[in-house]
T-cell receptor, first 116, second 117 residues
Framework: DAKTTQPPSMDCAEGRAANLPCNHS???????VYWYRQIHSQGPQYIIH???NNETNEMASLIITEDRKSSTLILPHATLRDTAVYYC??????FGSGAGSYQLTFGKGTKLSVIP | GAVVSQHPSRVICKSGTSVKIECRSL??????MFWYRQFPKKSLMLMAT?????????EQGVEKDKFLINHASLTLSTLTVTSAHPEDSSFYIC?????????????FGPGTRLTVT
């Protein structure tokens, strides 16, 4: 079973920031939060990941709450090409860091529709 | 990021025939490869995990004799759907994982659309 909870769908106006929430209240201390997205009929694409600090790259920002029980993916200026299903996944990432799964287990994700 | 390719991207076959799908990591060596399948409007479901040179580990409910996986090298894994039936029609996605320093990185192929008529 996926260890995350996401809203099934969201809309965002083109050019505005898209904020996608994810709850992961049972996250373990050695698990990272990963975000992938899947554009229709393509393979998943890695976006960003983090442990406890906020992270930013050229695609997005990841805000993780202090208790690590939830996070938000931010696409600062959404475009039509960002329309996709976004998956929030928690997993162990660091080799030898203890018990837990290294696998990527996909839940249902959030279908983000960017509207012109 | 690292690149994973799949071939073919689309295949149509007749019921009862076998189909082979190739997955290659183009610019890195993948210690582990994964095969997922995805039905329309559903999420990805892990079918099996394979390590180079050893037998694949299949998820519960996935028939190992029907979905043959060969991981002959660190850059190539193949999935063969044997005696395909219409219910095997699906989107098959492979993924390759490498260990970069102390961290696992996982990359996905573009997927193969299988239609069995």
């Amino acid at each position: 079973d996926a260890k995350t909870t996401q809203p099934p769908s969201m809309d965002c106006a083109e050019g505005r920031a898209a904020n996608l929430p994810c709850n992961h209240s049972t996250i373990s201390g050695n698990e990272y939060v990963y975000w992938y997205r899947q554009i229709h009929s393509q393979g998943p694409q890695y976006i960003i990941h983090g442990l406890k600090n906020n992270e930013t790259n050229e695609m997005a920002s990841l805000i993780i709450t202090e208790d690590r029980k939830s996070s938000t993916l931010i696409l600062p200026h959404a475009t039509l090409r960002d329309t996709a299903v976004y998956y929030c996944i928690v997993r162990v990432a660091r080799f030898g860091s203890g018990a837990g799964s290294y696998q990527l287990t996909f839940g249902k994700g959030t279908k983000l529709s960017v509207i012109p | 990021g690292a690149v994973v390719s799949q071939h073919p991207s689309r295949v149509i076959c007749k019921s009862g025939t076998s189909v082979k799908i190739e997955c290659r990591s183009l610019d890195f060596q993948a210690t582990t490869m994964f095969w997922y399948r995805q039905f329309p409007k559903k999420s990805l479901m892990l079918m099996a995990t394979s390590n180079e040179g050893s037998k694949a580990t299949y998820e519960q409910g996935v028939e190992k004799d029907k979905f043959l996986i060969n991981h002959a090298s660190l850059t190539l894994s193949t999935l063969t759907v044997t005696s395909a039936h219409p219910e095997d029609s699906s989107f098959y996605i492979c993924s390759a994982r490498r260990l970069a320093g102390q961290f696992y990185e996982q990359y996905f192929g573009p997927g193969t659309r299988l239609t069995v008529t």
